[in-house]
């Protein structure tokens, strides 16, 4: 089992910036690779960012391109998603995930986190 805990959600006005960190515990942190979905009021959940175990290979949604930026420190345990020039449609819930694999799609990840509410207002 691996835990995800996410945080550094909240109220930002557009252009604003906010950084995410999802802290695992559990199971070797480093065996997973992590992704970033996002889920609106009456949207399906969508892939925001992923990143390999090994930190080499990171893949943006093209919503999310050049202003996202998805890190991870496995000393720590945690994933980071750094969220600059934001946009009202980025207002979501977050989500931080963990996969045995490498993919983009929900059903690909094992494990996830409760979420984290970012607001972007006008």
């Known amino acids: 089992q691996v835990q995800l805990v996410e945080s550094g959600g909240g109220l930002v006005q557009a252009g604003g910036s906010l950084r995410l960190s999802c802290a695992a515990s559990?199971?070797?942190?480093?065996?997973?690779?992590m992704g970033w979905f996002r889920q609106a009021p009456g949207k399906e959940r969508e892939f925001v960012t992923g990143i390999s175990r090994g930190d080499t290979r990171t893949y943006y949604a093209d919503s999310v391109k050049a202003r996202f930026t998805i890190s991870r420190d496995n000393a720590k345990n945690t994933v980071y998603l750094q969220m600059n020039s934001l946009k009202p449609e980025d207002t979501a819930v977050y989500y931080c995930?963990?996969?045995?694999?490498?993919?983009?799609?929900?059903?690909?990840?094992?494990?996830w986190g409760q979420g984290t509410q970012v607001t972007v207002s006008s």
């Open positions: 559990g199971r070797t942190f480093s065996h997973y690779a």
């Open positions: 995930a963990a996969s045995s694999k490498y993919g983009v799609v929900p059903r690909e990840y094992d494990y």
